[in-house]
């Protein structure tokens, strides 16, 4: 297993989803999981996509600009770290934001968030 393609797959299929159908990422988290958006704490997967869904906004496109991942602990866990800039619909500039996942195995050979902090990047 190659953690870079690992990574790089992962990013693509979480912002492809978010972008197309929030609702859809209920199957990347499950009840042990944590988001710790903008400082508040979520927990469990309904609680983050509830979270991820009533955000304020309908359309958005993100644009990845770098993928960092490292191998996390001898359970085969992998921190991800992701920056970028999010486009809101009608809106002229885009906002930068900062991301990081903590994946961890599944049995059967995928992976889960285990832990995800997300933080728009204010200039």
Do not use: W
């Amino acid at each position: 297993m190659d953690p870079d393609a690992v990574a790089k797959a992962f990013v693509e299929h979480y912002y492809s989803t978010f972008d197309a159908n929030r609702g859809g990422l209920a199957n990347l988290y499950q009840e042990g999981s944590m988001l710790t958006f903008e400082g508040q704490k979520i927990q469990g997967s309904q609680s983050i996509v509830s979270k991820l869904t009533s955000l304020p906004f309908q359309q958005c496109q993100h644009s990845i600009t770098t993928v960092d991942c490292q191998p996390s602990g001898p359970a085969g866990g992998m921190l991800v770290f992701v920056s970028g800039n999010l486009q809101l619909a009608g809106e002229q500039h885009a906002l930068k934001f900062s991301q990081l996942f903590h994946l961890m195995p599944t049995p059967q050979g995928s992976f889960y968030v285990l832990n995800d902090i997300f933080r728009l990047n204010y200039a």
